[in-house]
């Protein structure tokens, strides 16, 4: 499974950005997909996570009522729509994949590349 996120970019505080995450070389219907970042000098932490059926989402709390995770199962892509953006949320982005979000933190689940979100003062 390889996974491509994009979306990234440079936005003002109170800003929006969408990231997506292109999943390719196998359906993402079987898949659970999450949201993780890391700024410098911090570990990297999941902050977001959908159900293989959509049904089940869940967020950090630093994000809970912000952030909005869905995915499209026909495009094979995952989608992390943040919304007043803060300073704090400086980081590099990552998309995974697991059987279940439980399993996004075990070495079982596939990454992406990183997508650098800075949110300026």
């Known amino acids: 499974v390889q996974l491509q996120a994009s979306g990234g970019g440079l936005v003002q505080a109170g800003g929006s950005l969408r990231l997506s995450c292109k999943v390719s070389?196998?359906?993402?219907?079987?898949?659970?997909g999450g949201w993780f970042r890391q700024a410098p000098e911090k570990e990297r932490e999941k902050i977001s996570c959908?159900?293989?059926?959509?049904?089940?989402?869940n967020y950090v709390d630093s994000v809970q009522g912000r952030f909005t995770i869905s995915r499209d199962n026909a495009k094979n892509m995952v989608y992390l729509q943040m919304n007043n953006l803060k300073p704090d949320d400086t980081a590099v982005y990552y998309c995974?994949?697991?059987?279940?979000?439980?399993?996004?933190?075990?070495?079982?689940?596939?990454w992406g590349q990183g997508t650098q979100v800075t949110v300026s003062s």
């Open positions: 959908i159900s293989s059926g959509g049904i089940v989402t």
């Open positions: 070389g196998s359906t993402l219907d079987w898949y659970a």
């Open positions: 995974a994949v697991a059987p279940l979000c439980s399993g996004l933190t075990t070495p079982f689940a596939s």
